[in-house]
């Protein structure tokens, strides 16, 4: 970097020292915000009345309006990180806050692949945590309570899942409006809309008839956002098909006009990143795959070690008196895997 910068101009220079840190002085709420969210593993409950995080004063504020927010962002977070656990533990980068064990490497310190994934997930799922709260009559915002409210033949608690305030609620937190306009704003920008969307094409309209003996003479319908999982399926492919983009020779602080957009080639469909992961393979030692196939990449070559170990599990499940199930607990042992 040190080289780098004496043989260019100064312009250039700014841009790679921009490039390199996407944690600037004062950071905007919103990447504040996601790292807060996804760097908290515990259920720590900070003071004011978000509890999730250390609020900014707007965020306070929307705590403080609809007191069903602070659990929903509970919520949100717990899912987020339990759900990229499970869903990359057997991959080479398992959700882990650094890379190769290395506390300088975190993954915000640049835009990686793995940080512009953390910021769709996290949007993403409090866009569904919101959307879902609103079904079950969990926030007093949702745009649609009073509209039920109001219709005394049908009753459901809340009303279908919205997913339209949803967005206007994570947009909202994150502060997007005063994220900024510079080219890592957008790109940032994107990446959240990217995983605000894996939650809207997951909607599907229910119905639900009424009339005599299964007649469909009235019929209610609502929307239903699909479970945080197969969100996290679409999520995952856009990880894998994130696309590197480089920075135009433009400070980076500077708002961009849309010549300048359209020149960085934000396309709106795909994860944007910036830098290219490290190579993770040091980190897989001791680390447990899936299968054979698995250990194959995951140990990237190094070969596995197979071990055996005992599950147990609930087996030769039957009713008793009529309506409880019981089981017996069985041993079994299975092989296990881990990387050399
Ligand atoms: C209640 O809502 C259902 C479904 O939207 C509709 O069919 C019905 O007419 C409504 N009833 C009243 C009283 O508004
Ligand atoms: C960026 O560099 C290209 C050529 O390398 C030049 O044509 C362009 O004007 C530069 N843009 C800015 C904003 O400096
Ligand atoms: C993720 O992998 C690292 C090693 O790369 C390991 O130390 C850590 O325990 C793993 N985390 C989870 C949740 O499996
Ligand atoms: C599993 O349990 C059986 C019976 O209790 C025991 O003989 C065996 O050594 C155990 N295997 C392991 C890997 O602990």
């Known amino acids: ?15 790679s020292i921009f490039a390199s840190k996407i944690v600037e002085g004062s950071q905007p709420i919103l990447q504040r915000t996601i790292e807060a969210l996804f760097k908290e593993r515990t259920t720590k409950v900070y003071p004011g009345p978000c509890q999730v995080l250390r609020a900014a004063k707007r965020q306070t504020k929307m705590c403080d309006r609809d007191t069903g927010l ?22 080479r980068w398992n959700c882990s806050l650094v890379f190769n064990r290395k506390a300088k490497r975190s993954i915000f310190n640049k835009i990686f692949r793995e940080t512009a994934f953390i910021h769709a997930l996290v949007a993403a799922s409090i866009t569904h945590s919101v959307a879902k709260a609103c079904a079950s009559g969990k926030l007093s915002s949702c745009s649609c309570v009073g509209r039920f409210g109001k219709n005394s033949t049908w009753k459901i608690a809340g009303c ?38 894996t939650i809207g094409e997951q909607l599907k309209e229910v119905c639900k008839c009424h009339g005599f003996s299964g007649s469909c003479t009235t019929k209610t319908c609502w929307k239903r956002i699909g479970p945080f999982n197969s969100a996290m399926g679409l999520l995952k492919k856009h990880y894998h098909h994130a696309v590197k983009k480089k920075l135009l020779n433009y400070t980076t602080k500077r708002a961009i006009t849309p010549k300048i957009r359209s020149k960085l080639r934000l396309d709106k469909k795909n994860l944007v990143y910036l830098q290219r992961t490290p190579n993770l393979c040091i980190s897989t030692k001791g680390r447990i795959c899936k299968d054979r196939h698995n250990c194959a990449t995951l140990c990237c070559g190094r070969g596995h070690i ?35």
């Open 70 to 91: 602070s659990t929903v962002l509970a919520t949100a977070k717990e899912q987020a990180i339990t759900t990229c656990e499970e869903t990359f533990q057997y991959d």
């Open 160 to 197: 279908g899942d919205d997913f339209r305030h949803g967005k206007k609620v994570t947009k909202n937190f994150l502060d997007f409006k005063h994220a900024g306009n510079d080219q890592i704003a957008e790109i940032l920008k994107q990446d959240i809309i990217v995983g605000i969307d």
């Open 306 to 340: 197979t071990g055996k170990k005992n599950v147990s599990s609930r087996c030769r499940c039957k009713m008793v008196n009529c309506c409880f199930v019981q089981c017996d607990t069985c041993v079994e042992e299975v092989d296990y895997f881990t990387c050399k």
């Open 1 to 15: 970097m040190f080289r780098y910068c004496l043989f260019n101009v100064l312009l250039l220079c700014a841009v």
